[in-house]
T-cell receptor
Framework: AQKVTQAQTEISVVEKEDVTLDCVYE???????LFWYKQPPSGELVFLIR??????QNEISGRYSWNFQKSTSSFNFTITASQVVDSAVYFC?????????FGKGTRLHILP | NAGVTQTPKFQVLKTGQSMTLQCAQD?????MYWYRQDPGMGLRLIYY???????DKGEVPNGYNVSRLNKREFSLRLESAAPSQTSVYFC?????????????FGDGTRLSIL
């Protein structure tokens, strides 16, 4: 069975702090893909990153970075020097075996 | 640069009424999807269509029907709306089904069943 767990339901941090959003997944497939999406208060879903199961390199894009570790089945997302505009719900998703499963999301509040 | 367009954006129905949610994409994607989003539940797949002429059930298909009218359009129908179907509905599309390519989402339809 496939599963995506985002254990942090809601996080609040003060602006400029770093914050890490956790994502743990379960799958028996050897080939799979992991995604992060952002849902700002306006409601749309915005694709942030994709990672395949054979590429464990971490990725950095500006203030965003992703740490993929197959050994712990985790694909964590870190925002450095957070800003109020980062306030949103963030979803982790797993695609494999002709299915895609989303986590329940982490609501992130960045306080000014 | 429309991407995925959903109509309507908001709708209020009475229990037992029927309704069709429309979705169209202009990216020439093969696969299209319908999700519902409920508080604390994330996104749950209702139905998907891997290609024109095919549809398959997702995680929560009961109470819904779909039609893949052509490559561009994928509609979701509630034949007899129930309060449990109050939700935000998202349509999405991608190049092939469940591949390494991300899904592109519409802006959502907020549906309330009274």
């Amino acid at each position: 069975a496939q599963k995506v767990t985002q254990a942090q339901t809601e996080i609040s941090v003060v602006e400029k702090e770093d914050v890490t959003l956790d994502c743990v997944y379960e799958t028996r497939d050897t080939t799979y893909y992991l995604f992060w999406y952002k849902q700002p208060p306006s409601g749309e879903l915005v694709f942030l990153i994709r990672r395949n199961s054979f590429d464990e390199q971490n990725e950095i894009s500006g203030r965003y970075s992703w740490n993929f570790q197959k050994s712990t089945s985790s694909f964590n997302f870190t925002i450095t020097a957070s800003q109020v505009v980062d306030s949103a719900v963030y979803f982790c998703a797993l695609s494999s075996d002709d299915k895609i499963i989303f986590g329940k999301g982490t609501r992130l509040h960045i306080l000014p | 640069n429309a991407g995925v367009t959903q109509t309507p954006k908001f709708q209020v129905l009475k229990t037992g009424q029927s309704m069709t949610l429309q979705c169209a994409q202009d990216m020439n994607h093969n696969s299209m999807y319908w999700y519902r989003q409920d508080p604390g539940m994330g996104l749950r797949l209702i139905y998907y269509s891997a290609s024109e002429g095919t549809t398959d059930k997702g995680e929560v298909p009961n109470g819904y029907n779909v039609s893949r009218l052509n490559k561009r359009e994928f509609s979701l129908r509630l034949e007899s709306a129930a309060p449990s179907q109050t939700s935000v509905y998202f349509c999405a599309s991608s190049v092939p089904t469940y591949s390494n390519q991300p899904q592109h989402f519409g802006d959502g339809t907020r549906l309330s069943i009274l």
